[in-house]
């Protein structure tokens, strides 16, 4: 079965946008590839409705040129896109921004209504954009080879990070607003603890999972999130969690030790989980509880639908 694969992204530097930008399609489809899947990808590069329009002609090129089973969309606009062009079915995966943003709902739900199949990271997405047909939830997995717990003073050690200081790791850019870092900056700066936040942003696969068994937490203040992947690596390799209630962190976390939810968006209730993580000084269990976001089952699952489009088409 071929598959091609739409997302925004650099057509100019492909592997920079998709391995590193997009590593969560990109770790999918490399599992769906061990299962027998070919796949090829066509990036968008534009903004707006209006941007991605402009992606038409060359997309439907890539289309002919390339004669797929399916296309595989990833974000509502991306789905809306691909949907234009009637010829190949299309899955189309909402991931959080394209369902939690409202000026994004009317695109995505046309995209819901184009697509053969969709699949939603979250329980809540559908019911953002009405949507009321076969519903697929699979989150994006983590792959369990590369995210793992090792020693928090080696992950030091290899990372040149001192090993007296306590670190805490923004889950996203500092620039990036819908991550609201101006939140994490407030509450790290009233702790009782000297703590230095690093930006998670330009790291390698390898070098993330060194920071997360280098830290002690990761923290979470994002306006907006659907089934946030940074939250199962770093479950992935036993780093305590500090988030607010966003997306479906909560209902993630709540099996495990070590982690804590701030209900509000309240500096000095995430001061105080931070606080009791670094008085607490462990690492979790969280490991043990995540393996429905195994990567091959995850694959495994998204390869169903994409069988069962095949075999009505």
Not at 92 to 100: A, C, K, L, Q
Not at 114 to 127: G, K, M, T, Y
Request: charged letters at 25%.
């Amino acid at each position: 079965m071929k598959v091609l694969i739409v997302c925004s992204g650099k057509p100019s530097n492909p592997k920079w946008s998709f391995e590193l930008t997009r590593s969560y399609i990109y770790e999918q489809l490399e599992s769906l590839k061990d299962l027998g899947i070919e796949y090829d990808t066509y990036f968008i590069e534009g903004n707006g409705i209006l941007g991605y329009i402009k992606n038409y002609s060359s997309m439907m090129k890539k289309i002919k040129s390339y004669s797929p089973n399916l296309i595989h969309a990833h974000y509502g606009l991306s789905g809306l896109l691909a949907t234009f062009q009637r010829k190949v079915p299309v899955v189309t995966t909402f991931h959080g921004s394209d369902i939690n943003i409202k000026s994004n709902r009317p695109f995505s739900y046309l995209a819901s209504k184009l697509s053969a199949e969709n699949i939603f990271v979250h329980e809540n997405q559908p019911s953002k954009i009405n949507y009321q047909d076969t519903l697929h939830l699979i989150p994006c997995g983590v792959d369990r080879k590369k995210f793992f717990s090792i020693d928090k003073n080696e992950a030091r050690k290899r990372l040149k990070l001192d090993a007296n200081q306590k670190y805490g790791l923004f889950a996203g850019s500092f620039d990036n607003d819908v991550k609201n870092y101006p939140l994490a900056k407030e509450a790290i700066a009233t702790s009782k603890n000297t703590i230095e936040l690093l930006e998670l942003k330009n790291y390698t696969r390898k070098e993330v999972c060194l920071l997360m068994n280098a830290v002690d937490f990761l923290l979470m203040t994002s306006f907006s999130e659907g089934s946030p992947l940074v939250i199962k690596e770093a479950m992935y390799c036993n780093c305590p969690i500090v988030s607010v209630d966003v997306g479906d962190v909560k209902e993630t976390i709540s099996h495990t030790n070590g982690s804590f939810i701030s209900v509000a968006y309240d500096s000095e209730e995430l001061t105080n989980c931070i606080d009791k993580i670094i008085e607490i000084d462990s690492r979790t269990n969280a490991r043990d509880k995540v393996s429905e976001y195994d990567l091959v089952e995850v694959a495994k699952k998204v390869l169903q639908i994409y069988k069962e489009v095949e075999s009505e088409n």
